[in-house]
Nanobody, 122 residues
Framework: QVQLVESGGGLVQAGGSLRLSCAASGRIFSINDMGWYRQAPGKQRELVARITGGDSTNYADSVKGRFTISRDNAKNTVYLQMNSLKPEDTAVYYC????????????????WGQGTQVTVSS
């Protein structure tokens, strides 16, 4: 069984910083793309940032220059460093990863974390 567990959310004032972490565990054979999505109340889930297995990244226009995604393959972990936070960044942040487990090899499947709340006060 594969699990993604996020941590690092919380309440921060506008202009502050937070670092989210998401660790994948279980019988993992390989991890391809990893990413962060967010969903604000009354809105659809949207991509925040993604990173490929080769460390190529892409970001939503709204977070470019403020957020940085990175990964530690030895720890099966993806990070999201969020700086210069704005009230409009308030949302539940979800980790996503495309994982081939030892029981599903060679097939890869999408897995999601349970979400972590980020609240930015003005």
């Amino acid at each position: 069984q594969v699990q993604l567990v996020e941590s690092g959310g919380g309440l921060v004032q506008a202009g502050g910083s937070l670092r989210l972490s998401c660790a994948a565990s279980g019988r993992i054979f390989s991890i391809n793309d990893m990413g962060w999505y967010r969903q604000a109340p009354g809105k659809q889930r949207e991509l925040v940032a993604r990173i490929t297995g080769g460390d190529s990244t892409n970001y939503a226009d709204s977070v470019k220059g403020r957020f940085t995604i990175s990964r530690d393959n030895a720890k099966n972990t993806v990070y999201l460093q969020m700086n210069s936070l704005k009230p409009e960044d308030t949302a539940v942040y979800y980790c996503n990863a495309e994982i081939t487990s030892r029981s599903t090899w060679p097939g890869a499947y999408d897995y999601w974390g349970q979400g972590t709340q980020v609240t930015v006060s003005s």
